[in-house]
């Protein structure tokens, strides 16, 4: 039996997880280092790239179709990226969410009485 999700290169994905998986905060070490080791040949078996060597490949592009639960470290992994993908993050700023009317000043003058 052949083994699994074995990939041809590491797996990033700089725009959404610029400083890498693990230092997202958003996954665990080892879910983490499953996408990084493994997560290139998860991506091409999802799009089609790829066909699947074995029943655990199969089972789970079953899982990216939406036809069967995850079960492995390697479904769940990859459902929880999957979803990391789709939620909006907060981002939270110093500044209020009023703008400043056009041709207003910026800034406000406190005339003091210097002797």
Same mark, same amino acid.
């Given at each position: 039996?052949?083994?699994?999700?074995v990939a041809t290169r590491r797996f990033f994905d700089d725009r959404n997880f610029p400083r890498g998986f693990t230092r997202s905060g958003r996954f665990t /070490?080892? %879910?983490?280092?499953l996408l990084e080791k493994h997560g290139f040949a998860m991506q091409q078996l999802e799009q089609g790239a790829r066909e699947p060597v074995n029943e655990e490949e199969q089972r789970f592009i079953l899982v990216c179709r939406g036809e069967a639960e995850?079960?492995?470290a390697f479904e769940k992994t990859w459902v929880k990226?999957?979803?990391? /993908?789709? %939620?909006k993050r907060k981002f939270h700023t110093v500044f209020g969410k009023k703008r400043i009317a056009d041709g207003?000043?910026?800034f406000s003058y406190v005339e003091?009485?210097?002797?």
């Open positions: 039996m052949q083994q699994s999700f /070490l080892a %879910e983490g280092n995850a079960s492995s990226y999957k979803q990391r /993908l789709n %939620e207003a000043d910026d003091t009485d210097s002797d």
